[in-house]
């Protein structure tokens, strides 16, 4: 018993072995980390074309008029999901940028502050860190 693994070995309901997982702890939020999960952006009749770049722009614009107007609007999430998943960081950060300076050749209305999402943004709301993840082994 002088291994670690020793101690976790098991025995699955078909009778193989396994090494079981070590036991199930909660996960802790960090500030400056997180697991995101990329999803691409369902079909948009509006771009139909293969060419992301006006659906990037468009989404990070309504994207910031639906968090304006209706703030934490759980369907103001979709524009999110895919402004973050089409447009590059590179262009993001100009955007956000140019939002500060007052540069963006796009007025948004209500104008209000700059909506730039934090850490617990980029997780989404749905992402529920008080379970531990869904493991692939088998159960022992």
């Known amino acids: 018993m002088g291994d670690e693994n020793e101690s976790r070995r098991g025995v699955t309901e078909s009778g193989a072995e396994c090494i079981c997982p070590p036991p199930a702890t909660k996960r802790k939020r960090q500030d400056d980390t997180c697991e995101i999960k990329l999803e691409t952006c369902p079909y948009d009749p509006r771009f139909p074309n293969a060419n992301n770049t006006p659906r990037c722009y468009t989404s990070f614009i309504d994207y910031q008029r ?3 107007l209706l703030g934490d609007y759980p369907g103001c999430l979709y524009f999110f999901k895919c402004y973050k998943a089409l447009c590059p960081i590179a262009w993001q950060e100009k955007w956000f940028e140019q939002m500060e300076n007052g ?3 796009k007025k948004i209305y209500p104008p209000r502050p700059i909506i730039r999402p934090g850490p617990a ?4 709301p749905s992402l529920n860190l008080e379970e531990p993840p869904p493991t692939s082994t088998p159960p022992c």
């Open 66 to 68: 639906c968090a304006r």
């Open 103 to 105: 540069t963006f050749p």
């Open 121 to 124: 943004d980029v997780c989404g």
